[in-house]
């Protein structure tokens, strides 16, 4: 994501107040390629590791995130009912985007959008 402040060099951490899952960026869960549906409020707080070019491609705890991303800060936020229902209406078009897969059908993955696809759209655009 991308810092909300427009200015460069702004005074204080980056942050992004609204965020979405990390399946919209292409992140997968690297030994079995199915999308993040998790969000960076979430794996900050999780047990979950992050691999990529900054940790080396080597698993680095995500609650240790500041270790890596010193000027970043990620609070527990308020997650955006509008990325919930895009990902969960538009799985198919995302995992063929990105070359991942759906999650298998009756994990908890697949529960999580089984429940976001119960998102009423007159609810969730209110929310923009």
């Known amino acids: 994501a991308k810092c909300e402040f427009i200015m460069p060099d702004h005074p204080g951490d980056h942050r992004v107040s609204i965020h979405r899952p990390q399946c919209l960026g292409g992140n997968r869960w690297s030994d079995s390629q199915v999308i993040v549906l998790d969000s960076c409020t979430d794996l900050v707080i999780s047990e979950y590791t992050i691999r990529n070019k900054d940790t080396n491609n080597k698993p680095y ?21 509008y990325w919930k229902y895009f990902v969960a209406h ?8 990105f070359g991942t897969k759906k999650p298998p059908t009756g994990s908890d993955g697949d ?17 923009l």
């Open 90 to 97: 538009f799985t198919d078009e995302i995992v063929e985007y």
């Open 61 to 81: 705890p995500c609650k240790k995130y500041r270790n890596i991303y010193k000027d970043w800060s990620i609070l527990p936020r308020y997650d955006s009912p």
């Open 111 to 127: 529960k999580t959008l089984q429940e976001w696809k119960k998102l009423e759209w007159d609810k969730v655009k209110k929310d």
